[in-house]
Every structure is written in C-alpha cells, then in structure tokens.
C-alpha cells in the first residue's frame, strides 16, 4: 500500500513539474491581416518562427494568427502590437500615416533598384538609429518588396498618358509622384483597389509583382508599365512589454532569425518569386508588359528628383536620412 502511495506521488510530482513547464514556456502570438499563403508569411515570418522555435528551444512556443484574426484592417496593425493585442505583427508602415516618418524613403520613386537593397538598407539604417516611431515595440525585423510597378486597365504609351487617371496609391509618396505625371491617386487598401479596378472607378494602381498574386488582381488590368516606382516596406514588431518579459536564451533566437537575416530572406524571397510570376504572365501573354527605354527612365528619373527634394524638406533629419541610405546604396553596388 505505501509502495502504491509512493508511486501515484511519484506520477502526480512528475505531471505537476510537465505542467509547470508547459505554464513556463512563453506563448508568442504572431499576427498578420494577410493569409497564410502570402509571401510575407509563408516565405519569410513562418521560417523566423520555425528558426526560433528550434534554437529556443522550450523557453517559447510561437502560433500564427493569419487573415486578420487578431485584427482585420491593415491601418490597425501597429496599434495591435503596441497595445499587446497581437505580440508580434506584420506591419506596413505606409498604414500608419505620421507614425514612421522616414520609411516614406522607401517608397521614393528611382531610387532602389531591388528588394534586397531596400531591405538590407533598411536594416542598416534602424541600426544606426536614423529610423523612428518605435515607441511601446521592439523591432524584430525589416524587409521589403521589389520595386512597383503601374498595373493598369486602359493602357498607357507613356507616364505622360496618366494624366487624368485614377491611380491606386499606398501612401502620400506614391501619391505626390503620381500628381507630377498628372494623376488623380487614390489612397486604397488591396482590396478596395480590386473593387475600384473591377468597376471602372480607378484606371490603375501602383502595386508589386508579388501583391498582384495574392490579392488576385492580375485578372482586372491589361498592361504592366516597369518603372520603379518605389517599394513597400515592412516591419516585423514585437510588444515590448512582451519583449522585455523573454528569457535572454529567446530574446537571442528572436534576432539571430531577425535582424540581417530576415533583411537578406525577405528580399531574395520577394526578387525570386517577383521573376516567377512575371515568368508566368509574359508566358500566359494577356497582359502586355511595357518597359521604357533608357532614355524614357532616365527622363522619368529626372523629373521624380523634385519628389525627392520635397520629401526630404518635409521630413525631420530627412536629408541626413537621405544621404545615409545613398552612401550605402553605393557601397551595395560597388560604386565609388
């Protein structure tokens, strides 16, 4: 009898210390407004998971919340994390309007060329403490797309030809860029511009190869016009209540996976599947694909300079901002 005693003890001491450590291991909750199947998720926030799930061992457990389960309006992400709704999110800072003033870089027309670029740039630059508006987060990472292109219904010859059309934009850069070609921007979300674009309100949009496909809009324009007309930067915020409540061990598997290593994923994820899908719509053949000339860029070029010149007159500690990414971006490309 006491050697039955002695061994329901020894169970019920054993399942007692296999609770305490399943009530020890931190729940990380890890929001985006996307679905899962979308490149941000799949190709680049899911691996940072499963990387730090695997170096952190038993210290966190991390679980998705995607399509919006923690919050359904893409403008409402940053609020989400800051406030502890969401630990983690996906956020796109041409969302919050104000909130991170210098990221309006990023979406300077001509200036980056490739997504790897404007993600390792952007890195770099939170590193050197020239990107702000982080209050109440912690920054786990940055990425970005490629640059946009214009996706439109009635096609175009020339930037020129925008004149008078409505343009889907994603923030007050884009839409300052279109105005000087002419343009009427629209501010939209993805899915209010596939409404626009469906029923003839707007003509156009400015959107990457990547969103094209998961936001199913390449079925509602005609025409691709290649000029780089600025990216889409994202980050990836924690809570920094929740931030400052991890283990040492985790805080390390949390930027080992992030930091440079989620800049260099994230933009070789967007450049891969950015050549794929343009692979697959010059094969289907439905949607002409435009690409200006050297001398038609190099005019558009230089008729984007007063965009530039405008945002870094607008933009606190805009021209040291400026100057920091061209000195890197010239360091990227092996430029003197």
Known sequence: ??????????????????????????????????????????RVIKPWMEAVADEA????????????????????QFELVQNGVADVTWVLPGYTAGQFPEMGLFELPFLFETAEEASVIGW????????????GVHVVGFFSTEPNAIFLKSKISSLDDLKNKKIRSVGGIHASWLEAFGAAPQT??????????????????????????TFKTMPLVDQSYAVPTGTIPFLLLMNKAKWDSL??????????H?????A????????????SIRDDVKTEGRIEMVEPSKEQLADYAARTQAVHEAWIAETPNGQAVYDAAVKLLKEMRGES
């Open 124 to 135: 770099k630059l939170h590193e050197m403490g020239l990107l702000t508006g982080f209050d």
């Open 264 to 275: 260099r994923a994230g933009g070789d994820a967007y450049t891969e599947l950015g050549s």
């Open 188 to 213: 939209l979300s993805s899915a209010e511009m596939n409404e626009g674009l469906n029923r003839g309100t707007i003509d156009g949009a400015i959107q990457g190869w990547t969103g094209m496909r």
């Open 247 to 256: 283990s040492d061990n985790a805080k390390a598997a949390v930027m080992e």
């Open 258 to 262: 992030g930091g440079m290593a989620m």
């Open 57 to 76: 061992g038993d210290d966190v457990r991390l679980q998705g919340f995607w399509g919006g389960t923690l919050g359904k309006s893409p403008f409402k």
């Open 1 to 42: 009898m006491r050697r039955l005693k002695a061994l329901l003890g020894a169970i019920a001491f054993g399942a007692g210390l296999a609770a305490s450590a399943a009530m020890a291991q931190d729940l990380i909750k890890v929001g985006a407004f996307v679905p899962e199947k979308s490149v941000g998720v799949s």
